[in-house]
């Protein structure tokens, strides 16, 4: 299905530049910018570590640069064609049905989204018919963008969260803690609901080397003030336990955040 959405990719003039590898051209190609503020002291930093890792994964996660723009730090997310009933402004129901219907067809890609938030302890996913940040591209496929709320997360005094270590070390202590926006309603982790596919993931998980993860994290640009060294390293540290223990706190969530979920043992 052709995409309504259609990223500007603007050639520039002159000519072809030759070389060993063959013809090559040049393009300015569409981004969307985001910076880091006060409330969210780590934007930036949380969008490069989720996509070193969600692409190493194999999962659908745009490509994203930082850059020092006018003393600016920025991170550029590439944005990529869509299907055309995951346009914006918001679309009619039938995009709504039409998700729907992939949800159901494609159960091993929404586990894949869901391992990958919960690895990553970002809460801020949403699949249901009034919010989504996430999209399926024009060949069908679940693009997963928009990851500023993983790892470090934002700050929200109203909650007591502070981003940061201190998020960091509270999700580690207790898997409750990442679901702090649960009030929101978002029809997206209750659709866990297979071990099988639980597993596959996992597995995938699992595999990825520590020095990945410890790779992710040296990706931040170092002219970024937050996350301090300290910071970097903690997370690297959170990281490289998750991938550990992560079935074991889906099952110490399992009863309140993943009801449709049997019980360890019992989908053999």
């Not at 803690?177 to 639980?198: C, Q, R």
């Amino acid at each position: 299905m052709a995409g309504s959405f259609v990223p500007q990719l603007i050639e520039e003039p002159g000519d072809e530049i030759g070389g060993a590898s063959g013809t090559k051209l040049r393009f300015h190609v569409q981004f969307q910018a985001k910076r880091d503020s006060n409330e969210f002291p780590f934007t930036i930093a949380n969008e490069i570590v989720a996509a070193a890792i969600g692409q190493a994964l194999g999962l659908n996660v745009p490509g994203v640069h930082s850059y020092l723009i006018g003393g600016t730090p920025y991170v550029l997310s590439h944005l990529i064609d869509r299907r055309s009933d995951m346009a914006k402004p918001t679309p009619p129901p039938v995009t709504s049905a039409g998700l729907a219907r992939w949800v159901t067809e494609h159960p091993r890609e929404v586990h894949g989204a869901i391992l990958f938030d919960l690895f990553l302890a970002n809460n801020d996913r949403a699949f249901g018919p009034d919010r989504r940040n996430l999209f399926l591209n024009s060949d069908d496929r679940l693009v997963l963008y928009d990851n500023a709320n993983c790892c470090f997360y934002r700050n929200r005094p109203s909650a007591g969260i502070v981003a940061g270590i201190a998020r960091l070390d509270a999700v580690e202590a207790d898997p409750q803690a990442m679901f702090d926006m649960a009030h929101k309603g978002n029809t997206y982790f209750e659709l866990l609901d297979t071990w099988e596919f639980i597993d596959f993931w996992f597995s995938r998980i699992q595999a990825l080397p520590d020095f990945l993860f410890e790779d992710a994290v040296q990706r931040i640009p170092g002219y970024l003030a937050r996350p301090t060294t300290t910071e970097r390293q903690r997370l690297s540290q959170f990281l490289i336990a998750r991938k550990r223990h992560l079935v074991d706190h889906i099952i110490r969530c399992q009863s309140s955040r993943f009801p449709r979920l049997p019980r360890r043992g019992d989908h053999a």
